[in-house]
C-alpha cells in the first residue's frame, strides 16, 4: 500500500502566503513525479504544479511566479503559495506516479485532499 498525506490548509487573506505539504509512505519503491492538483466548487481538478524526480518543474498559468513546489528526499512535496488569491480557492490534492516495490509498471496515486480558502 502507499499513503500520501497531506498538511498546511487553511483560511488566508488575499495577498498571503501558505505552504502545503505532502509525505509518500508504504511500500514506495521508486517515485518519478510528484504533483498538485486542485478543484474548486463546480470545475473540474486541474493541475497546479509538478515536479519529476530530476528536478524538473511546471506551473499552470495561473499561479506561475506565485507557486513553487519543491521535493526532497524524504519523499515529500511541498508548495510555497504566495499571493494569494480568492480564485486559489479550492481542495488541493497531492499526486505521485511512482513504482511500489515488487512491481513492474508505475501508478499514479492521490492523497485525500486538503482545503485552501482565500477570503478577507
Known amino acids: 500500500q502507499v499513503q500520501l498525506v497531506e498538511s498546511g490548509g487553511g483560511l488566508v487573506q488575499p495577498g498571503g502566503s501558505l505552504r502545503l505539504s505532502c509525505a509518500a509512505s508504504?511500500?514506495?519503491?521508486?517515485?518519478?513525479?510528484m504533483a498538485w492538483y486542485r478543484q474548486a466548487p463546480g470545475k473540474e481538478r486541474e493541475l497546479v504544479a509538478i515536479?519529476?524526480?530530476?528536478?524538473?518543474t511546471s506551473y499552470a498559468d495561473s499561479v506561475k511566479g506565485r507557486f513553487i513546489i519543491s521535493s526532497d528526499s524524504a519523499r515529500k512535496v511541498y508548495l510555497q503559495m504566495n499571493a494569494l488569491k480568492p480564485e486559489d480557492t479550492a481542495v488541493y490534492y497531492c499526486n505521485a506516479n511512482l513504482w511500489r516495490i515488487g512491481t513492474s509498471t508505475s501508478a499514479t496515486y492521490w492523497g485525500q485532499g486538503t482545503q485552501v480558502t482565500v477570503s478577507s
Open positions: 515536479i519529476n524526480n530530476g528536478g524538473s
Open positions: 508504504g511500500s514506495v519503491f521508486r517515485i518519478n513525479a
